[in-house]
């Protein structure tokens, strides 16, 4: 794997989903929800296309490694405020997904003044991450009348849950490979 590429095709693609976020909160905020779904939809397989992108034909990058993570946190971030904004989901769901971010932020600086960067990505947080990208569609459809909408309802609200448990499960993997790492001192 050549760390240094800048143009992959998963970097387009990563870029490409970022550039649909004010897409989907313009969508969003403007009540289009179908169409905001079919962009949360977008970027949701445009996440799982990249990682199969950059594994099948090894165009992994140190760029891909910090694109792919940021564009999942923008989106869940910016779709979980909208959500709230239009009281789809309550204000507490954005206060622990984002104080999960908050926490795990504070580990950065102290990693890279002992020269690591950011801690590879964990399959918990993987998990948690997949799991609220599914719960935000499926809270949004849930606003919808009749059958659909209820099964919408309980399914999202599964995955949200399912999805703040392992994101806080993440956290404190990450911290406790953090600490480590910042007890062990400098980087070999």
Do not use: C
């Amino acid at each position: 794997m050549s760390t240094e590429r800048v143009w992959t095709v998963p970097n387009a693609i990563s870029v490409a989903r970022l550039l649909l976020v004010p897409v989907f909160a313009w969508l969003i905020s403007a009540g289009h929800d179908l169409a905001a779904l079919a962009v949360l939809a977008v970027a949701g397989f445009s996440d799982w296309l990249d990682g199969v992108i950059a594994r099948r034909f090894d165009q992994g990058s140190r760029l891909g490694a910090l694109l792919d993570p940021a564009a999942d946190r923008l989106y869940i971030l910016v779709t979980l405020v909208m959500l709230a904004w239009r009281e789809v989901v309550p204000w507490w769901l954005v206060l622990a997904v984002v104080g999960r971010d908050v926490l795990l932020a504070v580990w950065l600086p102290l990693l890279a003044r002992r020269g690591y960067g950011p801690l590879p990505v964990h399959f918990v947080g993987k998990a948690g991450t997949f799991a609220l990208l599914y719960a935000f569609p499926l809270l949004l459809l849930a606003r919808w009348e009749g059958a659909v909408g209820e099964a919408a309802l309980v399914a999202g609200w599964a995955f949200a849950w399912w999805g703040v448990g392992l994101y806080w499960l993440a956290a404190v993997v990450y911290s406790r490979q953090a600490l480590g790492l910042v007890r062990a001192g400098g980087a070999t």
